[in-house]
Nanobody, 126 residues
Framework: QVHLVESGGGLVQAGGSLSLSCTFSGRSFSGYALGWFRQAPGEEREFVAAISWTGVNTYYADSVKGRFTISRDNALNTVTLQMNSLKPEDTAVYYC???????????????????WGQGTQVTVSS
């Protein structure tokens, strides 16, 4: 069974940066695409970013393009979301998620991610 644990959330001022990490365990890291989603109070969980198992392909929500960067370390079984130029609207609980294959047509489909972490809170003050 895959187990995902997020870390790195916290409180930051607008314009600041945070780095979220997700540690993957339970199965071979290779072969799994990883994604980040977020959920603000009263809102649906939304896609943020994803990365293929090779790390070659990355995908981003329009709202974070140019500000967030997703990367993975297949030797350490971790995926990282570097968040720069943070805005108050980025405030949410951020979730790490894992799935098998990923493509340019379904990378943001929440239903296609099989495993989820417990989430980490990110709060951006204005």
């Amino acid at each position: 069974q895959v187990h995902l644990v997020e870390s790195g959330g916290g409180l930051v001022q607008a314009g600041g940066s945070l780095s979220l990490s997700c540690t993957f365990s339970g199965r071979s890291f290779s072969g799994y695409a990883l994604g980040w989603f977020r959920q603000a109070p009263g809102e649906e969980r939304e896609f943020v970013a994803a990365i293929s198992w090779t790390g070659v392909n990355t995908y981003y929500a329009d709202s974070v393009k140019g500000r967030f960067t997703i990367s993975r370390d297949n030797a350490l079984n971790t995926v990282t979301l570097q968040m720069n130029s943070l805005k108050p609207e980025d405030t949410a609980v951020y979730y790490c998620a894992a799935r098998g294959t990923i493509s340019s047509s379904d990378y943001d489909s929440r239903l296609d991610y099989n495993y989820w972490g417990q989430g980490t809170q990110v709060t951006v003050s204005s």
